[in-house]
């Protein structure tokens, strides 16, 4: 039987139960297995913030990461995703980055050496905002 990998996670369970020195894989096998409510999408914007004080790593991305029109260039960056949006995707590769997949990361850094992990914001979602109960401040019940 072909079993496939696509988004990792046979390959990260192995690595996870094998590796030792440090949680990298247990992190991103619990964030795979996560629902996509769970798994929020993140900007080229954050990610190029984020990533200015930090040199030449990896980010990390159990998730999708999208376009923003907001910043107008955008630096080199070596991108691991499950997903990448079509304009982020044209605009990291134009900028001379790279976009690499979980499998291809785990060859390359099994412990995660050289890499920050990041995540977008859980309460972003359109649907918070009218979360909540009469009479609670900040809500719109």
Request: proline share 4%; with cysteine; aromatic share 4%.
């Amino acid at each position: 039987a072909v079993v496939s990998t696509q988004s990792g996670h046979y390959g990260r369970g192995f690595l996870s139960r094998r590796t030792t020195g440090g949680n990298f894989n247990q992190v991103i096998l619990r964030r795979l297995f996560m629902s996509r409510q769970n798994r929020p999408a993140l900007s080229l914007a954050r990610i190029t913030r984020q990533m200015k004080s930090r040199g030449d790593k990896t980010v990390v991305v159990v998730g999708t990461v999208t376009d923003d029109k907001r910043i107008f260039e955008v630096p080199k960056l070596r991108v691991c995703a499950l997903r990448v949006t079509e304009g982020a995707r044209t605009r990291i590769i134009k900028a001379g980055g790279t976009i690499i997949t979980f499998e291809q990361l785990a060859v390359e850094s099994p412990l995660g050496q050289n890499t920050v992990l990041m995540q977008g914001r859980r309460n972003a979602r359109e649907a918070n905002r009218h979360f909540g109960a009469p009479g609670l401040p900040k809500t719109h019940a």
